[in-house]
């Protein structure tokens, strides 16, 4: 029986060492999924290229100065376009139930379509921190918006955080001649601790201006914890978020602008990998 031929030492070498990039190419490889940690306050992490996540959105708002309760649905994909470049669409809809005098006024809207490019410049690991900018346009029947993001986030062992700076216009027609325009500029952070690598639990602030028709209207504050889970092919994220104060009425009776804005916000997130 012949022994079979031998490696050479140097092409044993060549061999491992060939074995050793693979592993720490993998091991280095960007995650499939962005999962999110916030559900207001975005991160940078986007989807490899040829990657497809649908993500249903439920946002609760209520409580003001008289009975108010809206749910706002979305339905996103998002899609991994080309090496940091992701895309996403967007079906937006709204509910809301409110007071009016002795009755209760019940709405349902289609909020249109909406379009989301967002561009990673700078990876939270890999360099001092992430970078990413973001852009969104929306196109409904009676208006329209534009909206841009720069978004900063780093991870620290354990810890994520991330701040955004937001700026958004909007156009709505409230007459076959008339149409209303709002700036909304918004800060929004958020930090997190990972329990696991799996499970997250943090805090997170939005501090909310609006500049209306007649002016500013108010700079209203919420913070409240979120809490995260990530698993191989799906994520969910869950905020609470009550209103803390206006800035805009510091150093009067009443801090809360309930007037405008709600009492309290909820937000979840479902994420799955097509």
Known sequence: MSTPPRTPPARRLQLALSLLLVAGATASAPATASERRFTYTYESLVLNPGHVEVEPWTTFRGGRDELYLRFDERIEIEIGVLENLQMAWYLNAKAVTAAAGDLLKKDFVFGGVSNEWKWKLLDPVADPVGL?????????????????????DKRFGD????????????????TPDEVAQELVLELD??????????????????????????????????????LSYAADSWW???SVLPQVLDLARLGSAELQDLEHSERISARALLGIDL
């Open 159 to 174: 810890l994520v955080a991330a701040v955004n700076a937001v700026g958004e216009l909007e156009w709505e027609l409230e």
């Open 236 to 238: 969910v994220a869950v």
């Open 189 to 226: 952070g958020g930090l997190a601790y990972l329990l696991t690598p799996e499970l997250g639990l943090g805090l997170e602030l939005r501090n909310h201006t609006v500049f209306a028709g007649e002016g500013f209207e108010g700079s209203v504050v919420y913070a409240g914890p979120t």
């Open 132 to 152: 990413a900018l973001y852009g969104e346009w929306t196109a409904a029947p009676s208006k329209a918006e534009l909206e841009a993001k720069v978004i900063v």
